[in-house]
């Protein structure tokens, strides 16, 4: 056991491992190349029954671990979306863990629950969300979106769904392209999954609002109450952006809660060349978005927006006797504004982020990305053979393998996934899939915090040499 007052002297050979692993993350395979197994057999069956040096320990992180980690904040990862971080944000990290609070309600930390509110403020204003909204961090989108699930739940019940269970007729919408935590929250909430109706898109993948409209009014006829819908701004597969005016007006129609789900491209909104995805909002029940994918914060950190919180609070409060205070109704007790009890002390690393960046930083590098992905979706067109499978958009392209005159999708499926493993293989860029209407697609996605040009040029090599290789 390390005594607090020997601190300083051991934390070299942690900031020294950490300042080296930065600055070499290059030099790693992006995606681990460990087999399954690999890292649980080399990991002792019990504990040491002594205590073992921090020397020792580091030791084993290098030699054990980390073969079997895969670098999320390699230059090169491309794949899924990122979850970036920032020196700024480890530092926090360092902060928070110091600090070690939980902050569940305001007197447990009141900085913690004042940083939190002003946090939320500061970035409500800066993605120019209306100034009514009031925001909370959450751990991640899916809790977020599970939360605004339980509240258009209690609200479509009368409040009576808490206390009386959930009735069966209850309807949720979204896109056949929403991301599957929607699918989860319906299911956990209780509404369950038999009523989440997928509403069809249009050419871009955008939820088609006349469907949404259709569905609901038929649904009704049914005798099912609908209850809220989802609409995404950025979704997973193809970053589509639904038309949230077209939807909000639906949803007030029929008094439906209106969730929208920005995990990943409301970070854009910080640019105001991309505020028209937003055009509607004040029609939108919540929102939720996560600094932990594109702003440089650390997972995890997921920001969720309520138009109304009284409704928020009254779907979450519980009041056992521990947790009555004098200081309650004139500060927020966060604890009432989501799931866990307990919660860490996020705001803090927003706070650093927000601060060491800038606005103006953090507008730079995401407007660095936009433009790397413009070069790149630019050059991987002129690829024999390759094809872009939609307009490039934000720091996100789409494309695939099409050589002239094979028209079998089969076959074509079975060659771009012959191409993602050649590339993934190689170790030097990670890529991820998707399907479009069925056409396997190669989903490249520029967001690490640090990456350049010359990174680009690499990823832009290879994936044109494993083309190639695949010899068609
Ligand atoms: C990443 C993502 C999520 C899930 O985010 P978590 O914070 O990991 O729960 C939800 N929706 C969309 C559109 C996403 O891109």
């Given amino acids: 056991m390390i005594a607090p007052g020997d601190f300083k002297k051991n934390s070299d050979v942690v900031i020294d491992w950490i300042d080296h692993y930065l600055n070499h993350i290059t030099e790693f395979p992006v995606k681990s190349q460990v087999m399954p197994g690999e890292v649980y057999r080399k990991i002792p069956e019990r504990p040491p029954r002594d205590p073992e ?124 392209e929403t991301h599957s935590s929607i699918e989860k929250g319906v299911g956990v909430c209780g509404i369950g999954k038999k009523n989440l109706v997928k509403v069809g898109v249009d050419e871009q993948l955008r939820m088609d609002p006349r469907l949404l409209e259709e569905q609901v009014m038929a649904d009704i006829h049914k005798g099912f109450q609908p209850c809220a819908a989802v609409g995404t701004i950025g979704t997973t597969g193809t970053l589509a952006v639904d038309p949230i005016d077209a939807i909000g007006e639906i949803c007030k129609k029929y008094h439906m809660w209106f969730h929208v789900d920005a995990a990943y491209a409301g970070t ?54 521990y947790l009555k ?55 991987i067109r002129k690829i024999p053979g390759i094809i872009l499978a939609m307009e490039p958009f934000l720091n996100f392209t789409i494309f695939r393998l099409h050589p002239s ?23 030097k860029l990670f890529l991820t899939h ?3 209407r069925g056409a396997y697609s190669l989903r490249m996605v520029i967001g690490q915090t640090y990456v350049e040009q010359r990174h680009i040029d690499l990823a832009i090599n290879e994936i044109s040499s494993a083309a190639e290789n695949l010899a068609i």
């Fill in 405 to 427: 005159g094979v028209k079998d999708q089969e076959l074509l499926n079975r060659l771009n996934e012959k191409l993602l493993e050649e590339i993934n293989g190689r170790g």
């Fill in 268 to 321: 854009a909104l910080l640019l105001p060349e991309y505020r028209w995805m937003i055009e509607g909002i004040e029609k939108v029940d919540s929102f939720v978005f996560n600094p932990h994918k594109w702003m440089f914060t650390n997972f995890d950190c997921s920001v969720y927006y309520v138009k109304n919180a009284d409704l928020l609070i009254s779907a979450f409060e519980v009041l056992p006797e």
């Fill in 53 to 176: 040096s921090l020397e020792r320990i580091m030791k084993d992180l290098h030699e054990v671990i980390l073969p079997g980690i895969t670098h999320w904040q390699h230059p090169n990862f491309h794949a899924y979306f990122p979850a970036n971080n920032s020196v700024e944000s480890i530092f926090a990290e360092f902060v928070t863990s110091a600090i070690g609070a939980q902050c569940m309600i305001w007197d447990t930390s009141p900085a913690a629950a004042e940083l939190e509110e002003r946090m939320m403020e500061w970035l409500r204003d800066a993605i120019h969300l209306p100034p009514g909204f009031d925001g909370v961090i959450q751990d991640s989108a899916s809790s977020a979106t599970l939360v605004a699930l339980i509240t258009a739940r209690e609200v479509a019940t009368g409040f009576r769904s808490n206390e009386e269970g959930v009735p069966g007729n209850l309807r949720v919408y979204c896109s056949g």
């Fill in 325 to 379: 205070t004098k200081s309650r109704g004139s500060v927020n007790d966060y604890r009432d504004w989501g799931v866990p009890l307990g919660r860490r002390f996020r705001a803090l690393k927003l706070w650093f982020v927000l601060r060491g960046f800038g606005i103006s930083g953090i507008e730079e590098r995401l407007r660095t990305h936009i433009g790397l992905n413009r070069y790149f979706s630019d050059e």
């Fill in 434 to 436: 998707t399907k479009i």
